[in-house]
């Protein structure tokens, strides 16, 4: 074999928002081309596969594209899958465009020349009810699209009612009336008893393909579908490699296959499963709600398959969030112009569009080959959950999960009495006293432990040494028993354990979620119970603190509020959940690498301000370096506006600072935050403005919880950017799509309104990503926590409300 005339010298990964992962690959004489490898919610993996890919292919001849794609696929122990084939796709793509850059021609030549001179495409629209999605195809129709594709409905039940046939009928028939053809996505999630009903009732209409009726798995009842069905039946997008496509194939059940391009082995091998279907007497419409480079890729093959039919293209899709869309990276947006429900044929070199390289490293937050650099993409990773969720969330559960446990009546005579609804007294409570007499250490800061050893009866010069090493065992090492210190005399051991306890809350019940998310119910002694909840994510594990028991301020939106028991939490008992957390994720001793638990929130049950003394202690044992090390950074206490308190939480605690700010006008906040009735939105945001610590490098957070036609509009988003800019504030705004509960009086805003709200927002030039729901199976998400404690009516709350004005 000769050298190569050009070696790849460096093969980059670039995760950028809203949830794509691009690639590129550059040559020893300098020439450059791009694929992207997305991998919707598993960037990171795809980017990690690309570690092997880097040290197979650095020095490798870029023109032996066939070449590079057998070895990628062959010579692994392991082959196929969503992981390994996203990443080869993602480099056969860029090898291509590389390959007819080099040549100066489009890759439709290479692939034999152009047999159509336009692609049709369609978009996708969303909508629960028939004047949605007609309006939104209206919209489509304006942009140029003859053709749009829509869920086929909301997650049916195995065996579900005849009236949500009836409702897809309504709805198909409504973007039909006008003028545009429709396609019907089950997404596999309605199951074969209905799917066929489904199917059935939609057929007398005509759309132009039923996606996916039973997931991929399901062939032989896909094929039973298909044979009772005129409508053409597609599916494809989970396939990998021609060989899964040709299961597919030989069971008949498929009408049109969409393989994606950024899935299926890039343009290689999409092109070899188009040639297979056509054999089959099959149509081609690849999938892609993915980002330009991936739609290019796709269009080349459009423009030379034989058997394709029509494009998927994503512009402005739901999962295109923060202002991040098809065209955000593109040098020359008109390339993918839609009239008469066509793109034109790409006429640039290699895949046809220019990528802004500027903006794609931007966006990535790094230069350079080989970093995992998720950090900048981590808002678009959310997006893409939170689109791909959105729809789900916002339908309430409708249920309460069983409780392992009942709050006995007994224990409302011990709940601590907080002062005022409004006025913001700290109400440090006295440690409960424990059955067995003995004084828990957890909460008391190094004097507090001192002054206890003291007062129980140590020398004072002792105290201050046994003090010392005592603190150390607890937060450090975080010792439950006093056997363990083995610095500490042992004949002392039993004088100590007499004396003092070392407390962990008790665990009455813990929850996973499906993404990951845990969540414990803990009890106090006196039988308070309250919540705690942990979300992994990629780079960071974020434990979500509360604060008290309950919440006497009775936003309307959130189920805490509407608790009937409230209490402030001990500092013992706020500090001890991030020691519970530490025991369960078996982080002692206390170090400042390779933490699971990287940061809290005060966002748990309570208001953080109205218990501000045992907040302040909690957090300074958190922060404290010698204990649990966290740094202030990675902390952030978040209020409904507890005015009077800020100045001093900034003084003395020092945090990142949350606001939820949720409404713009007086009229809307008095409703849904009864606070603000006290402390209107100026003075709310004075008091940010004068937020000791807060600058660019450390913004304050503006909380919104999404509500259907309440705080949602476009003028409401625009008067949030007025409100930021008027106040300087070096502000982020977290858009909080809202978390149903049972009996819950509002709605989450649809998807396309959070996305037009969150994208004025980011054109002004202000960070608006939308927080992904987390453990929402398990109530564990942003409102949704609320102990047994039995719920107070809605009577009882307007007059708790009243209370507060
Ligand atoms: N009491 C504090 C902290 C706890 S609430 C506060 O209000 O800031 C944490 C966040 O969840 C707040 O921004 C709160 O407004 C928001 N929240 C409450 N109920 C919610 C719901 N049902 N859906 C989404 N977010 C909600
Ligand atoms: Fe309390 Fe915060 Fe819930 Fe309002 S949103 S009721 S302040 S916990």
């Keep these: 074999m000769t050298a190569p005339d050009t070696r790849i010298v460096r093969i980059e990964t670039f995760p950028v928002p809203p949830r794509w992962l691009f690639v590129r690959v550059e040559t020893d004489d300098g020439r450059v081309g791009w694929g992207e490898a997305s991998l919707e919610g598993h960037g990171e993996a795809v980017d990690g596969a690309f570690a092997a890919m880097r040290d197979r292919f650095v020095g490798h001849d870029p023109e032996r594209i066939e070449d590079i794609w057998q070895i990628a696929y062959r010579l692994g122990f392991y082959r196929g899958g969503p992981v390994l084939m996203s990443a080869l796709s993602g480099l056969d793509q860029a090898l291509w465009d590389l390959k007819a850059r080099a040549l100066g021609v489009p890759v439709w030549q290479l692939l034999g020349g152009r047999v159509r001179d336009a692609v049709p495409v369609y978009a996708w629209i969303g909508g629960d009810r028939p004047h949605e999605v007609a309006a939104a195809a209206r919209a489509r129709r304006e942009q140029g699209f003859k053709a749009v594709k829509m869920n086929a409905t909301a997650d049916l039940g195995w065996l579900d009612s005849p009236k949500a046939l009836a409702k897809t009928v309504e709805r198909v028939a409504a973007v039909q009336a006008e003028g545009v053809d429709v396609g019907l996505d089950f997404h596999g999630r309605v199951h074969r008893p209905m799917a066929k009903q489904l199917a059935a009732a939609v057929e007398p209409l005509k759309p132009l393909f039923l996606e996916e009726p039973l997931l991929s798995e399901h062939l032989d009842g896909i094929a039973q579908i298909a044979a009772q069905t005129h409508t053409p039946i597609a599916l494809g997008e989970r396939l990998y490699s021609r060989w899964d496509f040709r299961r597919v194939f030989e069971a008949n059940c498929v009408d049109i296959i969409q393989p994606d391009l950024s899935h299926a082995g890039g343009i290689s091998e999409c092109r070899r499963i188009a040639a297979m279907a056509e054999t089959y007497d099959v149509a081609v419409a690849p999938h892609c709600p993915l980002g330009p480079i991936a739609l290019a890729a796709c269009l080349q093959i459009g423009l030379t398959t034989p058997n394709h039919v029509i494009q998927e293209m994503s512009l402005g899709i739901h999962y295109n969030v923060g202002g991040n869309d098809l065209l955000t990276y593109l040098v020359d947006p008109d390339v993918f112009a839609v009239a008469d429900g066509m793109v034109a044929a790409l006429e640039g070199p290699g895949l046809g569009i220019e990528i802004d390289e500027d903006r794609v490293r931007a966006a990535a937050g790094a230069v350079g080959a080989g970093a995992t650099r998720f950090g900048a993409a981590r808002m678009a990773r959310c997006a893409s959950g939170e689109g791909a969720r959105l729809s789900a969330v916002c339908k309430p559960l409708g249920r309460s999960p069983p409780r392992a446990y009942i709050v006995e009546m007994q224990s409302i005579a011990a709940v601590m009495p907080i002062p005022g609804h409004i006025d913001p007294v700290p109400v440090p409570r006295a440690p409960v006293a424990r059955a067995d007499g003995r004084v828990d250490l957890i909460g008391l800061t190094k004097d507090q432990l001192r002054a206890t050893l003291t007062e129980a009866g140590m020398d004072a010069r002792q105290a201050k040494l046994r003090g010392k090493q005592i603190w150390h065992w607890l937060y450090n090492r975080g010792a439950t028993a006093f056997s363990v210190m083995t610095d500490i005399a042992k004949a002392q051991h039993p004088w100590l354990e007499q004396r003092f306890a070392i407390g962990r809350p008790e665990v009455i019940e813990a929850q996973v979620s499906t993404d990951g998310t845990r969540k414990w119910l803990l009890r106090s002694p006196d039988a308070q119970d309250y919540e705690m909840v942990f979300i992994p994510d990629a780079d960071r594990g974020t434990l979500c603190v509360s604060s008290q028991v309950g919440c006497t301020l009775n936003c309307r939106f959130c189920h805490t509020g509407t608790m009937r028991l409230v209490r402030n939490l001990t500092a013992g008992e706020i500090v001890g959940q991030v020691m519970l957390a530490r025991d369960a994720l078996g982080e002692w001793p206390s170090q400042p690498e390779g933490r699971m638990l990287t940061n809290i929130v005060m966002m748990g049950m309570g208001e953080p301000l109205y218990n501000f003394d045992n907040v302040r202690d909690a957090l300074k044992l958190v922060m404290d370096g010698d204990g649990l090390g966290l740094s202030r950074r990675r902390i952030t206490l978040s209020t409904s506006g507890v005015v009077p308190m800020m100045a001093r939480a900034g ?43 807060a600058n660019n490098a450390r913004r304050i957070t503006f909380e919104y919880v999404m509500l259907a036609g309440k705080n949602d509009s476009d003028a409401d988003a625009r008067e949030l950017v007025r409100l930021i800019r008027h106040y300087r504030l070096p502000a982020k705004v977290n858009l909080i799509p809202f978390n149903p509960w049972p009996g819950a009086p509002y709605e989450c805003s649809t998807p396309e309104r959070v996305r037009a709200f969150s994208t004025i927002i980011f054109e002004a030039g202000i960070s608006a990503p939308v927080r992904t729901p987390r453990g929402r199976d398990i109530d564990a998400a942003c409102g949704q926590l609320k102990t047994a404690a039995e719920k107070r009516t809605r009577a009882e709350l307007d007059r708790a409300v009243e209370a507060v004005a």
């Design 651 to 693: 003084a003395e605690i020092g945090v990142n600072l949350a606001v939820s700010l949720h409404a713009v006008t007086k009229e809307v906040r008095d409703e849904i935050v009864p606070l603000n009735r006290k402390y209107g939105i100026d003075e709310l945001l004075q008091a940010c403005a004068d937020y000791p610590g």
